[in-house]
């Protein structure tokens, strides 16, 4: 799941104004430029006398390349050498860096760049201070980051989005798309000043085909806005990362939430997107089909890429029936691993359940602090099965089945729509209970995913390292799909809180790469988990993506430092 909205209200003591601001939206969307092509000078067949006359041509690229090569020395779009810090005072975080403030270059926009965007955005754009600050600094991350947009814009069209990016390329000038700033990896950062594209203004549904069951959006509108939208029509967007975030940003991070154990992930409900590239040039990735094997799937590529290949400015998503009936059924478990086996055995026994939730008994105790309840402080696990009503009702008591052959206690359900909501709300409000446990403190959030089979003992591992540790830790999991968080409380501003922080941290990722996993299954990897990449992917994979970025993104404007990490040359 995104955390966006629980950590955005985590400063507040305030119910009312921890529901008050449901209509934000998500984080920043993205971008995909186009590879270059090459022409050979000459061929095996070429007489003398045309490589004579060929060879000022061939003198000339000799000069080209080099010059490309001059650049990639000094351009981070192509190498992020290691003395980075002593040429240009940047860092941004790579291998083995433990650093959350993120550093940059900075220089001062061009007047004719400023000009140029006022002419485009007319009245939707700032230079104010505060307003920059809020878009520069998130306030649902520890991440920080030593510069903040020189410039904040508000498209509210396609066009627009084309012609800023476009004057933006041509000035070199680093760009930061930005949806409802819910991520937590420091996606929205800008180390090095720049333009922030602010999305919010292309929020429109422009067109339901319910036959088709797809919906076409503009990025900037919220996943809770647009179910509201579909609920008269039978049909519902199935992906549920947080409240506050965009379709947009939900793309470019390629999220899930709790229903992905059912609908999978981000990547596998969208079927085709609209892109406005480096150069500002606008791409479609693809048809309006249900499946298509034409050409290369540019709609995968640009999904996940965190705004360092171009800006979403359309969507066309797949969509769902809204289930006839559903059950929302609780059981407590005296270990993790107990609860961490039934998810598992759960998910064998082939039940279509939609949602596995898996909480640690610390959690349950943040929770019966924040709401006064009185909950048993014990690892517990969340069901929600769905379907008719006589299915639904089936596979809630096979699963009871299961939970008691693995010392499940206190199994309840509930079919009643409030029932059913105050049991959810329980699993909905986890995040935020935490900071009942810590109020002053900021979290660190991990996101390891591992093959199901490993979940059991990845959680079991983990759980003695947070037990012995001084800071507050809980644990919170998509257990169907072996995702799992830790919310680790601590004080950025306590050097042993931090390096305890990230110790943690460190652990969990390692243990899920040793198991085959991944360091993040759905919150992306920003500028917090991109040193850890070359031990997940390998260092031909990273340079692959550079190469891609650099075709694409010559002049590396689009979303600089992020996802890609800095020592990585090709």
Known sequence: MAFSYWLSRLRSSSKSFFYSNLRTSHFHNLKTPKPHTTTPIFHSHTSKNQLLALLPAAIAVSLSAGSLVLQSQSNPSFCDASNLDSARGVSIGGKGSTEFVVKGSHKELPQELIDKLKAICQDNMTMDYDERYIHGKPQNSFHKAVNIPDVIVFPRSEDEVSKIVKSCDTHKVPIVPYGGATSIEGHTLSPNGGVCIDMSMMNSIKALHIEDMDVVVEPGIGWMELNEYLEPYGLFFPLDPGPG???GGMCATRCSGSLAVRYGTMR??????????ANGDIVKTASRARKSAAGYDLTRLVIGSE???????E?????QKIPQHSVVAMCNFPSIKDAADVAIATMMSGIQVSRVELMDEVQVKAINIANGKDLPEIPTLMFEFIGTEAYAREQTQIVQKIAAEHNGSDFVFAEDPEAKKDLWKIRKEALWACFAMEPNFEAMISDVCVPLSHLAELISRSKQELDASPL???????????NFHTVILFDPNIEEHRQEAERLNKFMVLTALSMEGTCTGEHGVGTGKVKYLEKELGVEALRTMKRIKAALDPNSIMNPGKLIPPHICF
């Open 245 to 247: 975030a965009t379709i």
């Open 268 to 277: 596998d409900n969208v079927i085709s997107l609209k892109v406005v590239l």
């Open 307 to 313: 705004g360092t290949l171009g800006v979403i400015t």
């Open 315 to 319: 969507v066309t998503l797949r969509l």
């Open 472 to 482: 507050v830790c809980t644990v919170i999991a998509h257990a169907g799909d072996g």
